[in-house]
C-alpha cells in the first residue's frame, strides 16, 4: 500500500500531537532498524501507524470491539491504556488490509512488550519511547547511549519497562500482568 495513504490515513485518526508522535516514531524506528538489521519499511509502517487507536474515545473502543466481534482478552479490554494497541492491530488489518503478522504484532505488543519479542517488535517498541517530537530527550539519550555502547537492544527495552513500573506506582495505576511477566523475562 502507498505510504502517502497511510500517512493521510494516521494523520485523519490523531490529534496533532499524536500525529507528531507518530512520525517521530516511524523516524526513530527507521534508525533503529538499520542498526539492528531489521526491515526498514516495515519497521517504519508498524511505527508510522501504532498508535492508530489511541484517539478513540473509550466507550467507542469498546463499541468497535463489539461491532466488529473482535476478540481481545478481558484483561486487556478493561484496561484503557493497553486496549488502544490491541485494537489499533485489528483496525490495521481491517482498514489497511495489513496481513504481515510481524508488522500487527509490533502494534499489537507496543505498549506492553512482551517475552521473546521478535526484534522488528522491540524496535516499534522503543521507538515508541524514545522518538524525538514529543518524548523525554534526556530518556531518549540514555537509551541510545546503552544501544550504542552495549548493542543490546534487550537492556534498552528492561530500561523502558522499568520506567513504566516506576511510573504507573508513582501515578497509583494498575500494572497490567504482561507488564510483570517482560520485566521478569528480560531480567
Ligand atoms: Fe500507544
Ligand atoms: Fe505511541
Known amino acids: 500500500m502507498d505510504i502517502n495513504y497511510i500517512h493521510n490515513w494516521i494523520k485523519h485518526r490523531l490529534n496533532e500531537e499524536r500525529y507528531l508522535h507518530s512520525l517521530g516514531a516511524e523516524e526513530t524506528a527507521r534508525e ?3 542498526q539492528f538489521s531489521v526491515d526498514v519499511e516495515k519497521a517504519a509502517l508498524a ?3 501504532h498508535d492508530n487507536a489511541k484517539c478513540i474515545p473509550y466507550e467507542d473502543v469498546l ?3 463489539k461491532e466488529n466481534n473482535f476478540s481481545i482478552d478481558e484483561n486487556i479490554k478493561s484496561n484503557k491504556k493497553v486496549v488502544h494497541a490491541y485494537l489499533g492491530a485489528l ?3 481491517k482498514e489497511l488490509n495489513i496481513k504481515d503478522e510481524d508488522v500487527l504484532n509490533a502494534v499489537r505488543f507496543h505498549t506492553t512488550g512482551r517475552p521473546n519479542m521478535t526484534m ?3 524496535v516499534v517498541f522503543l521507538a515508541d519511547k524514545i522518538e524525538a517530537n514529543t518524548r523525554e530527550l534526556d530518556f531518549r539519550e540514555e537509551v541510545l547511549n546503552i544501544l550504542n555502547k552495549t548493542g543490546n537492544i534487550d537492556e534498552a527495552v528492561m530500561l523502558c519497562i522499568g520506567r513504566t513500573i516506576h511510573s504507573l506506582v508513582d501515578r497509583k495505576l494498575m500494572i497490567n500482568p504482561i507488564t510483570i511477566e517482560v520485566w521478569n523475562y528480560y531480567l
Open 47 to 49: 511505527a508510522l501507524i
Open 91 to 93: 483496525l490495521a488489518e
Open 32 to 34: 533503529l532498524a538499520v
Open 120 to 122: 522488528l517488535e522491540k
Open 63 to 65: 463499541q468497535i470491539i
